[in-house]
């Protein structure tokens, strides 16, 4: 995405800021329908330290036992145990360094409908703080649209924190705003 895209949409998300200041957590996209084909050395290439991806935050499914919750697993075992459906939302929290800001992200694998989809999050915090922090938003954009490249997503949407993901590219909330 260049500049001219972003200043584009930028006119349509610019209240995220404000809103951000106001106390939302976070914004977040969405990519539909992605590809987990070489899953471990696509969530391994998120980071430039992947010994820091965090899946603290992954939730289990109903019929998960507490030693299976519990215990201390390994990315491969992750992976298999989402792929089986024993983990309903994989989660992976992680820090990325860009040329001036360090941005927070959480991205939630989840399978439904018969397909995996990608919901990521970009918290407020270190946008805020940066000097820039429209410039702090281009870049998670940026990242996002690495990501749905990363995936093979069909196409990615921008919003603020929301509830109900877009289950279809071409009909979708006006809430979310589609760009690719």
């Not at 070489?38 to 430039?48: A, M, N, P, V, W």
């Not at 992976?79 to 959480?106: C, E, G, M, P, T």
């Not at 949407?157 to 909330?173: M, Q, R, V, W």
Request: glycine share 2%; net charge negative.
């Amino acid at each position: 995405m260049d500049r001219k895209k972003f200043e584009s949409i930028w006119k349509d998300f610019s209240y995220i800021l404000d809103e951000m200041k106001d106390g939302v957590c976070y914004f977040e996209g969405y990519i539909p329908n992605i590809s987990i084909q070489d899953f471990k050395i696509k969530l391994l290439t998120l980071t430039e330290e992947p010994s820091k991806l965090d899946f603290s935050s992954t939730v289990w499914s109903d019929d998960s036992s507490d030693s299976e919750i519990n215990k201390q697993h390994e990315i491969d075992d992750l992976i298999s145990l989402f792929k089986n459906q024993k983990i309903v939302s994989l989660a992976v929290n992680y820090d990325k360094q860009f040329a001036n800001d360090k941005l927070s992200f959480r991205l939630l694998f989840d399978y439904w409908n018969n397909r995996y989809d990608l919901e990521i999050i970009c918290y407020r915090e270190n946008v805020l703080q940066s000097n820039n922090p429209k410039e702090a938003i281009y870049q998670a954009v940026l990242h996002f649209q690495k990501l749905k490249i990363l995936f093979n997503g069909p196409a990615f949407f921008l919003a603020e924190t929301i509830n109900e993901s877009p289950e279809n590219i071409e009909e979708y909330p006006d809430y979310w705003i589609r760009i690719e």
